[in-house]
């Protein structure tokens, strides 16, 4: 075992530089974990100081302005309410989450500032062979960057981050929309989920990275943000410090990790299915939608899936609680050359959301559970859908299939029933002004949330034709930055950006999605003609790529006499590649 170790501590709410208690609590705390596994260990801590840099930074008021709106707005303070209400600004939380709030604003809106924060992290750990970085809070996104972006420098350390943001949506926009693994001999990642300050689960499946939980609730503090806690943990101290205080205990580590993920990994291939005919209001109620997951699923296991890999969920159960706990099912601890499907049949719907300064900043694209309320917390809408998706292996394979349209719907007598719901008239006015001098009603201005993003080839199909609804599946709460810089960033940090799934759609953004009659069993035309054309391809021994798909089921559409055009959208160099999940059937002779 080691004889001597050095920690370099890297502090997290601001002002610890002049905390008197800081540096002795961390020390004590790390001696004393290190020692209860390695009793000769000699530890020595170090501390970076970095508040001067905050202090002396050239702020921007308007930058820093659209920083902190970006940040409040990204939803993710859990444990004081879940989600910032429409109702509550900035002067309404907490003193310590304002603090936090306005430093990671500043960290993120000033370049030169974080060039700063790096060089000076790079020029202590010049001084020292540390063997651990121990980074908390704002201190772990500033120790993230700088290891990033100057590889080979954490070289055969261990990095350990508690009561992080790194993986807040808004943090990852500043990262090009994506968190890589580090070169680190191995990363952990401390979670605690009733942390109160922007912390979010970081999803990597490497096995130089471990994310721990460490819950726990600290008496009179609603924030739970104490490092001492994270520290302490009892899980802390049986993976980190065990793993610290020894060579043994790596090697041993290393081996429990990688047993344990080939045990529990999950199959190659899933599939979740939704379907909703049953919505409480009589008025909105479908028909086919039950029938399409059944078709789908047949169509799925035809293709190879196993019927036990395979998850339906329908009607009063497919409720927006639901449908998230399924999709952890379904997306966790995705490998790279995984397959998975997510299928959903019911209504779909815009709803006109509220950023942080109170006001309707933009139009959210979103599919409509059993207990649909027009509020977020019961849709499902891409902030919350993007966290599953966007840090999946690049070589993963995940395709969303959505029959349903989002530019509302109606129903007429004696004619196809529709897949959209119209919102009702006091949701319908957030979004409206009376124009005074034409003395009518019209759509309130919004501004894109990237301009350039949406004057790009493809900015409709992610912020649709007013370039201010966002889109699902298309990650757009992680493309704040201007395409150029956002490219920059991305290039920077060695890496492709969000990873973004295929997605069928089964019809253009300003038309309706339709319900079929076959004989006596009512489907979604879309489901409908998709799997005849699925089927068809298969018995003839012939397997498409996902573009060709789309064209043919558009063709049979039209041919049914719809008037709804399917879309696909995905990476460019995938959607001209046969689909992987679809295995054509072999001829017999």
Known sequence: MPNQLSVLCVHGIGHGDVDPSLVPSWTETIIKNIQRWN???????????????????????????????????SGVIHGVGDLIPASRGIFDLPQQIRWTAGMIAQWASEDNLRAALRTRLLGIMGDRNYQVIAAHSLGSLLAYDTFRRNPGTLGNKTFLTLGSQIANPFVRDCFAGRIEPLDARMWYHLYNDDDAVFTAKLRLNDVKFAQIDTEFDKPNDILNHDPIYYLNHANTQARVWFDVAGASATRSLAREVRLTRAISSPPNRRALLVGINDYPNPAIRLEGCVNDTFLMSSVLQECGFPPEDIRVVLNDRATAKNILERLHWLLDDVRAGDERVLFYSGHGAQIPAYGAQE????????????????????AIIDNQFVAFYSQLPYDARFAAIFDCCHSGGMTRD?????????????????????????????????????????????????LGRNGVTYRLGRGVALRGLPNRRYDNQRKALRHKGAYLPIIFEACQEQELSYEYRDGANSYGAFTFSLAKVLREGRTRGRNTNFRTLTKLTSDRLKALGYKQTPSVVGPGPILGKAIPWVKPQRRRR
Request: charged share 30%.
């Open 39 to 73: 009793p000769d260990a000699e530890v020595i801590c170090d501390f970076l100081t970095y508040d001067d840099l905050f202090d002396h930074a050239p702020l921007n008021p308007v930058t820093y302005a659209k920083a902190l709106a970006k940040l409040l707005a």
């Open 359 to 378: 006001e309707v900043d933009r139009m959210d694209e979103c599919l409509v559970p059993y207990d649909f309320d027009w509020s977020p917390e019961h």
């Open 414 to 462: 004696g004619g196809p029933r529709a897949r959209g719901i119209n919102p009702p008239d006091d949701i319908r006015h957030r979004a409206l002004r009376w124009n005074i001098e034409l003395g009518m009603w019209e759509d309130r201005d919004l501004q894109s949330p990237n301009q350039s993003l949406e004057h790009s080839e493809n900015g409709k199909a992610y």
